[in-house]
Nanobody, 120 residues
Framework: VQLQASGGGLVQPGGSLRLSCAAS????????MGWFRQAPGKQRELVAQ???????TYADSVKGRFTISRDNAKNTVYLQMNSLKPEDTAVYYC???????????????WGQGTQVTVSS
């Protein structure tokens, strides 16, 4: 199973970016997908998460600015980030909680990080 993330970059404060993450491989089902981030010297934190049924969870710091969405048919999750602030600068990691074909357990999978830098 692979999680391929894209869409990071450098943006000015107040700007927008859209992250995408596609899950591929021997996937039986996906319970949830989401995004975490880790800034230098800080712990990794949840940014947003969406379940197969569409329920969403957001960190308080991004509510009203970020929107997570999902295309179940494509096993892809998106994070639309608006009104970006310098404190949003971090490496963003895609996450999936899924069950692989042939396995009974549901496990955590991580994509490679993508850098988001908000700076003037």
């Amino acid at each position: 199973v692979q999680l391929q993330a894209s869409g990071g970059g450098l943006v000015q404060p107040g700007g927008s970016l859209r992250l995408s993450c596609a899950a591929s491989g021997s996937i039986f089902s996906i319970n949830s997908m989401g995004w975490f981030r880790q800034a230098p010297g800080k712990q990794r934190e949840l940014v947003a998460q969406i379940t197969f049924g569409g329920s969403t969870t957001y960190a308080d710091s991004v509510k009203g600015r970020f929107t997570i969405s999902r295309d179940n048919a494509k096993n892809t999750v998106y994070l639309q980030m608006n009104s970006l602030k310098p404190e949003d600068t971090a490496v963003y990691y895609c996450h999936a909680y899924l069950r692989r074909v042939g396995r009974s357990s549901i496990d955590d999978y991580w994509g490679q990080g993508t850098q988001v830098t908000v700076s003037s």
